[in-house]
């Protein structure tokens, strides 16, 4: 069905591989295309979401200049917005989106992985905003979420002076929450997705829509939206079957209604 995307289901879980070797996964229009047309097409049942790169080299290498080379400023505008877009629909899914980064996350490709719930990557991997250094900023949203997730001032170094940094530098900074060695990385992704997807599906999602929508309000402002979800969760089957299972001392059976 895709050229450039690769998906398999684990029970709940579903593994979203984008597959373009030959530029080490680099993000261009189509890939972008097919990634949107894949994360609106989830296969049925799926509770968390995995993207990763295929190979033990790449994760996503960046956007592809070959592409951006010759663009004009509306054309640049439509390419950023594209890529902005689509990162934008996982930030927001009502599902987790857990990011196994499996080498190099460049540009884009570090972008994407900060638009993911949840970041592990493996030993060999590299981050990065390079794109000063091509005379362009970061347009998938990268000035934004990086800045959100390890504080102004890092950022700033990060993106003006371009270079990259390794696993364990990304860990200190709370880039990443965790670093496996390569063989690992997927099966812990998985795992993980596993340990998240055994939860009430909507109360992960009440979660993570409150955190999501919280960070940029006032406190009180975000107590007062975290209790109206608090209470909406007592209006759900889930809340009723798990707390009846705690008392029974069973465990519970969620069906995200």
């Known amino acids: 069905m895709y050229n450039y995307i690769k998906i398999e289901q684990k029970q709940a879980v579903t593994v979203l591989t984008i597959s373009a070797p030959k530029s080490l996964n680099a993000l261009n229009s189509t890939v972008l295309g097919e990634m949107d047309d894949a994360l609106s097409h989830l296969p049925e049942g799926t509770r968390a979401l995995v993207i990763t790169g295929d190979g033990e080299k790449s994760f996503v290498a960046g956007a ?3 592409e951006m080379a010759n663009l004009n400023e509306e054309q640049g505008f439509a390419f950023g917005k594209k890529g902005a877009d689509v990162f934008r629909r996982i930030e927001t899914m009502p599902i987790p989106v857990i990011a196994a980064v499996n080498g190099f996350a460049l540009g ?10 949840i970041r592990i990557c493996s030993t060999n991997a590299k981050f990065g905003q390079p794109e000063v250094g091509l005379g362009i900023i970061p347009g998938f949203s990268g000035t934004y979420r990086l800045a959100k997730l390890v504080g102004m001032g890092m950022a700033k170094q990060l993106i003006f002076t371009g270079k990259p940094i390794k696993a364990d530098e990304a860990l200190r900074i709370g880039l990443v929450n965790a670093v496996y060695e390569q063989p690992e990385l997927l099966n812990a992704a998985v795992q993980m997705a596993e340990s998240i997807c055994a939860n009430a599906p909507l109360a992960v999602a009440y979660a993570k829509e409150c955190i999501n929508k919280e960070y ?16 909406r ?9 798990g707390m009846k299972a705690f008392l029974n001392k069973e465990k519970p059976a969620f069906n995200g209604k």
């Open 233 to 241: 969760c007592f209006a759900t089957e889930d809340q009723k079957n």
């Open 64 to 66: 592809d200049i070959s």
């Open 216 to 231: 940029d309000l006032k406190a009180d402002d975000a107590v007062a939206y975290e209790n109206k979800m608090f209470g």
């Open 108 to 117: 884009g490709g570090c972008e994407l992985a900060m638009a993911c719930d």
